[in-house]
């Protein structure tokens, strides 16, 4: 079973960057697609991006072109590069893969002032 922990969550203002990042234990990830989802106040968990095993991303309208998800499989580390913050991208942050979700982790908590 694979565990995930999120880091690098923080407050910042508009504008700003934040690159977060997510440690796996457990089993390899290397042969499964994974992806970071968001979930804010009131809201249901979103997909936000997603990385398959060779490298292919996919990401939400709301932050194409802002977003960047990459990963290191010899660390077994997924990482989320988010600039051009913007307020409505407040939210909790998770990683899990992208099909046959897991277990969540605690999630990193993003907070993007105006």
């Known amino acids: 079973q694979v565990r995930f922990v999120e880091s690098g969550g923080g407050l910042v203002q508009a504008g700003e960057s934040l690159r977060l990042s997510c440690a796996t234990s457990?089993?390899?990830?290397?042969?499964?697609?994974v992806a970071w989802y968001r979930q804010a106040p009131g809201s249901q968990r979103e997909l936000v991006a997603s990385i398959t095993s060779s490298g292919s991303t996919n990401y939400a309208d709301s932050v194409k072109g802002r977003f960047a998800i990459s990963r290191d499989n010899g660390k077994k580390t997924v990482y989320l590069q988010m600039n051009t913050l913007k307020p409505e991208d407040t939210a909790v942050y998770f990683c899990?893969?992208?099909?046959?979700?897991?277990?969540w982790g605690q999630g990193t908590q993003v907070t993007v002032s105006s």
């Open positions: 457990g089993s390899s990830l290397n042969a499964y697609a």
């Open positions: 899990n893969f992208r099909w046959s979700i897991g277990s």
